[in-house]
């Protein structure tokens, strides 16, 4: 903690390592994925979000949280709309917090 370390742990499954050649690599195969020159973290795509990886996803939650309309947010979304408040006016003209009312967000 000390040095600022961020350790992240990312499970890579079985499949998607014979295909990139690690499971190979143990077995003397030099000619398969990485080995042969495919980049690295094309088979591990951390650039997408859950909902973009797995298409069923987002179906899937809905489903079990019995929302049907419920919303994933963005990052910008987070900050304006995640918190449960939006901002407004009061009849008085100043500033103040509005509760969203019957919102389910991702």
Known sequence: MAGDFHFHLVHVSG??????GTEGLSRGCLSEGVMKGAYMLSYVP?????????????????????????HP????????????FRGG???????????LEDQWYL
């Open 15 to 20: 499949t998607r390592m014979i295909a990139q």
């Open 46 to 70: 951390l650039h997408l979000s859950p909902l973009q990886h797995q298409a069923d996803l987002l179906p899937w939650i809905r489903q079990w949280t019995g929302q049907p309309t419920l």
């Open 73 to 84: 947010l963005s990052l910008t979304d987070w900050y304006r709309k995640g918190q449960g």
């Open 89 to 99: 006016k009061s009849d008085s003209g100043h500033w103040a917090l509005q509760e």
